[in-house]
């Protein structure tokens, strides 16, 4: 359960850091870079509220591989767009002794395909992490005492692995890219330091144990449930 719940906030935390980042990488407008995040925000607001009702629907590890191989798909998405064939431009030589001129110009998705990707990846991210927060509500059933102990364990597992990520990429940024400029760095960690979270996610819920279904017999206070079976007679409670 740590790891599950641990991928999955790498998967939204990371989405919501490099989005922007890539966006700066690939020149584009600063309303993009304004409004991109609102969508992924948005996005997952929306993702959010569909889990429940995906949950009823579906079942909660159906609801899981629904929200990774939505964020799976984002990830491809942009896999394809980045390895699309790059635009040649060719120029007359100013030179006689070169007659052409070659410009490279290399792919970058458009505002559009910004839009569509990043809040598709910004919901997926959101769901998984919502359904993480209940998976770990079921393991603490009803053990209540110890209900703040595995949060902060959770929570502190979490935090430690997005700092380690987040400062190890930024440091290999700028030993990478400290000669060169870099036009599809954050792409590529968009491609696969958030496809492999939620393939851990997608992982662990597979192999995850089906959460159990207690009857009315099993809860402990029987009287906050109206009523309740016993080797006597059912006995009510009217309030």
Known sequence: MGVLYTAARLAH????????????????????????????????????????YLIQCCGKKACYFIASTIGLISCSWLLVDMNLPVQVNVHPGDNSTIPLTLTV?????????????????????????????????DLIDDNTETGAFVYGCMSFADKLANGILIA????????????TVCTSFYGQVLIYGIGA?????????????????????????????????????????VY
């Open 197 to 237: 979270p939620f393939l851990v996610v997608l992982f662990c819920s597979l192999i995850a144990p089906k959460p159990r279904q207690k009857s009315l017999t099993d809860r402990k206070d029987p009287q906050a449930y109206g009523s309740f079976e016993t080797s006597e007679p059912v006995v009510e409670f």
């Open 13 to 52: 935390n990371g989405s919501i850091v490099f989005v922007p980042l890539y966006i700066q990488e690939t020149r584009q407008s600063s309303q993009l870079l304004a409004l991109v995040p609102l969508a992924m925000n948005i996005a997952g607001l929306i993702g959010s509220v569909l889990v429940k």
């Open 168 to 179: 190890s990429i930024q440091g290999f940024h700028s030993w990478v890219c400290s000669d």
């Open 105 to 137: 110009t290399s792919q970058s998705p458009s505002a559009l395909e910004f839009y569509l990707f990043s809040s598709i990846m910004g919901g997926a991210a959101a769901m998984v992490v919502v359904l993480s927060l209940t998976s770990t509500s």
